[in-house]
């Protein structure tokens, strides 16, 4: 049972930056792939960016390249979402997620565990 909290979210200006954490707890976090999606009100959840194991493989999905980064640690159990020149389209509730074998890397089916989220609201 691996259980994931996301910290970091918070109010900001557009242009602004962010980082969101997620820590994990239980066993062999180093072999999950991790993975972020966000949620806007009255739209579906979409995927963010994911990051393999290793760390080597990572994954964006385009409405975030080149201004999210995700990265991880796995001393430190935890996983990284940096977000820069946020847009007010970036704001929504952002869930991290795990999985032991994720086939697909953007489709939330493929994981296993999920935070509660974290809310981030980027200002106009």
């Known amino acids: 049972q691996v259980q994931l909290v996301e910290s970091g979210g918070g109010l900001v200006q557009a242009g602004g930056s962010l980082r969101l954490s997620c820590a994990a707890s239980g066993p062999i976090f180093s072999r999950y792939t991790m993975g972020w999606f966000r949620q806007a009100p009255g739209k579906e959840r979409e995927f963010v960016a994911a990051?393999?194991?290793?760390?080597?493989?990572?994954y964006n999905a385009d409405s975030v390249k080149g201004r999210f980064t995700i990265s991880r640690d796995n001393a430190k159990s935890t996983v990284y979402l940096q977000m820069n020149s946020l847009k007010p389209e970036d704001t929504a509730v952002y869930y991290c997620?795990?999985?032991?074998?994720?086939?697909?890397?953007?489709?939330?089916?493929?994981?296993?565990?999920w935070g509660q989220g974290t809310q981030v609201t980027v200002s106009s």
């Open positions: 990051i393999k194991w290793s760390g080597a493989i990572t």
């Open positions: 997620a795990a999985g032991l074998v994720v086939a697909v890397l953007a489709a939330d089916s493929g994981y296993d565990y």
